[in-house]
């Protein structure tokens, strides 16, 4: 389970929503500080080209925001993205990635996160130890908080 | 009898997801020892390995598999990335 900060779920509704205009899907990535693994709380919109069925973040970015993320001695820990309709994780979705070690976690949200920012209808899903996925209740995967 | 130096290793610093880890490499082994030794450090599982590439530190150019270390540019003491080839989400 990852800790979000508060605030966290619905400043990423916010940018899904924005950016995907109700049109096309969207995808942010949560950080964290090295020192707490569990625990996340900046939002990180990648740069990225989408249509209604699809998103692809630039690799280049990818490689940048390492970078960046080592000089401030951070690690990304989730992804959010957005699908059209329903919430679940396509073949894509498990393929593709951000992150390939374990624990990571992936959210998706429906209707271009159209709906209320909330883990209501969010699909959920963790990496597994030795690859692959586990599809997980989102409210087991995900708590809002503040960690002391 | 002559006295024959050992093989030297040499060391790069290989950074993933933020985290830089000391890697070291022989200069004529193969692009994908040293791919699989870093995976390794970073504990990514081999079924997972194939949609990642390490990069130069210039984020565009990939240390060939195939090739010599070596000859892919990689040199002492440099950063490489360690990252995914693609990126993407959707329901197609």
Redesign the interface.
């Known amino acids: 389970m990852i800790t979000v900060a508060p605030g966290m779920l619905e400043h990423s509704f916010e940018h899904l929503r924005r950016c995907g205009d109700a049109r096309r899907e969207c995808i942010v990535v949560w950080t964290g500080p090295c020192g707490r693994v569990d625990y996340v709380d900046e939002v990180v919109h990648p740069v990225h080209r989408a249509s209604a069925v699809h998103c692809e973040v630039d690799p280049d970015w990818v490689g940048r925001f390492w970078l960046d993320l080592a000089r401030r001695q951070r690690t990304a820990r989730a992804q959010v993205h957005t699908h059209p309709g329903s919430a679940f994780h396509s073949d894509r979705d498990d393929a593709y990635p951000l992150i390939h070690t374990a624990g990571y976690v992936s959210l998706v949200v429906p209707k271009f996160a159209t709906g209320p920012a909330s883990l209501a209808d969010v699909f959920a899903a963790v990496r597994r130890d030795g690859g692959g996925w586990e599809y997980c209740d989102p409210r087991a995967t995900v708590r809002i908080g503040n960690v002391s | 009898m002559p006295e024959t130096a050992a093989p030297s290793k040499l060391q790069v610093g290989v950074?993933?997801?933020?985290?830089?880890r000391e890697v070291h490499y022989n200069p004529h082994e193969q692009g994908r020892v040293l791919f699989e030794q870093a995976c390794h450090v970073?504990?990514?599982?081999?079924?997972?390995?194939g949609?990642?590439g390490l990069?130069l530190s210039d984020?565009?150019t990939e240390v060939r598999p195939d090739m010599p270390v070596e000859e892919s540019g990689v040199t002492p003491g440099s950063t490489l990335?360690l990252?995914?080839?693609?990126?993407?989400?959707?329901?197609?």
Do not use: C, D, H
């Open positions: 950074v993933y997801n933020g985290m830089t970073f504990e990514i599982p081999e079924q997972e390995r949609a990642l990069f984020n565009a990335l990252r995914p080839r693609e990126v993407s989400t959707g329901v197609v």
